[in-house]
């Protein structure tokens, strides 16, 4: 029996994170909510995108403490009403008052979303204990996959409602209801295993060794791991954001304009693919090997935005959101590694600082750019020439933590 409550609560998991895959076609509402609502202005409409991000991580500690308490399957219930809540509100949104987008869309959108993201990844890691990359890949990948899905299927609700301009909030409208049904029957399946329980460890592959203890939030926040975690996170993150709530304007610039859509299907698939096919590499060569190669890449790939021109922009934009999608994957399963699996979904919600303090970072650095490029795309790249050297900074602080890593805790890498 445990072994089936095991299995539909990860196809649970993976269906919910397939629908919070909408955060990551924000690109196909930037230009409409910009011109129709912020009155042209890309830095205060990408900020919308970008507190969704920044407060899924006060979500995800919140939700963390309360799925302790009250178990996984309340919290993502009551997180689904509130994601659902907040795009049914976003969509009476206008330009009469604009900051009600950042507090619906963005700060209900968030605390909705956090509810449910880390709970169901710690929910499904603490099943399979021994197979933490792959779980944790295939539930991040779906969420990357439904950026896929629902990127045609947006612009199809955005042109049936009236076009780029118009019907970008009547479509959060109809995405309300597909929160509302998904994460209610999603979370009738979220059940945590009972304590002690191992899932067949003699048929797993050489999983990373275990934390000395299992860290209590209080605990993980003293520890110097932390910090550089939440700061290599924070660094990592940023070039992905940036091609990620930018890929249809950019490719719009480039001339691209008849098939710009392609690159927010670019990013979503390959985000997916990333985060998957991240995490069973990091199974074998190491959580913080592989963030180190992500990073290396991540680095590399921010130059090239100028240099690409053509059909290439759509490669660039695939590759960008390849790596992203391995950082992603790969930092929960990092936690996990060294902070120990029982209390993950808070503690994995205090790492989503990190990533919530790049996600505001890098939208106003994007922005502003963008707002100076106006359809002269090259003045935009000093926004990837920052990402590119904070991913070269975050090597140095991985290869710090990495030498903490095997001194305080002695986790073999």
């Keep these: 029996m445990n072994k089936k409550q095991g299995l539909f609560a990860v196809l649970a998991a993976v269906t919910v994170q397939f629908v919070l895959g909408v955060a990551y076609i924000w690109s196909v509402f930037q230009t409409g909510i910009a011109n129709s609502i912020f009155g042209g202005d890309h830095a205060a409409a990408s900020l919308t995108f970008s507190l969704l991000l920044a407060i899924l991580t006060i979500g995800s500690v919140i939700g963390g403490k309360l799925a302790a308490k009250h178990g996984t399957r309340k919290v993502v ?3 689904g009403i509130i994601l659902s809540a907040g795009f049914f509100l976003a969509s009476f949104v206008t330009s009469a008052a604009p900051w009600l987008l950042w507090l619906t869309y963005g700060a209900m959108g968030g605390l909705g979303m956090g509810f449910t993201y880390s709970t169901t990844i710690a929910c499904a890691q603490k099943w399979y204990p021994h197979k933490k990359g792959l779980v944790t890949g295939v539930i991040v990948s779906a969420l990357g996959f439904g950026g896929v899905v629902f990127t045609p299927i947006v612009e199809r609700l955005i042109a049936s409602f009236g076009g780029e301009g118009a019907g970008e ?5 109809a995405l309300s209801a597909v929160f509302l049904v998904v994460c209610t029957v999603g979370s009738i399946f979220m059940k945590t295993p009972p304590d002690g329980y191992m899932a067949s460890p003699a048929a797993a592959g050489p999983a990373a060794p275990a934390p000395a203890k299992n860290f209590t939030s209080l605990e993980m926040v003293k520890t110097p791991q932390f910090y550089l975690i939440i700061a290599t996170y924070m660094l990592a993150c940023m070039g992905g954001l940036m091609m990620i709530g930018f890929a249809k304007p950019i490719a719009v610039a480039k001339g691209l304009g008849a098939t710009a859509t392609v690159g927010v299907l670019a990013i979503s698939m390959f985000n997916s693919l990333g985060r998957l096919l991240w995490g069973m590499v990091s199974d074998k060569i190491g959580r913080q090997n ?3 190669v992500l990073l290396t890449g991540s680095a590399a790939l921010s130059l090239f935005v100028n240099a690409v021109n053509g ?8 590759l960008i959101g390849f790596f992203y999608g391995g950082i992603i994957g790969t930092y929960p399963t990092l936690t996990a590694d060294l902070f120990g699996a029982k209390n993950l ?24 750019y963008k707002n100076v490029a106006e359809n002269d795309i090259s003045l935009m790249f000093p926004a990837f020439v920052i990402a590119s050297c904070c991913a070269a900074a975050g090597i140095v602080m991985m ?5 903490y890593r095997k001194q305080e805790i002695g986790i073999r890498n």
């Design 311 to 318: 059909y290439w922009v759509y490669v660039l934009i695939a």
């Design 290 to 292: 592989t963030i180190l």
């Design 77 to 79: 219930f009551i997180g």
């Design 399 to 403: 290869l710090v933590l990495r030498a």
């Design 169 to 173: 909030t009547q479509s959060f409208l």
């Design 345 to 368: 979904a808070t503690n994995y919600g205090f790492v989503l600082l990190g990533f919530g303090a790049g996600a505001i970072i890098s939208s106003q650095i994007a922005g502003y």
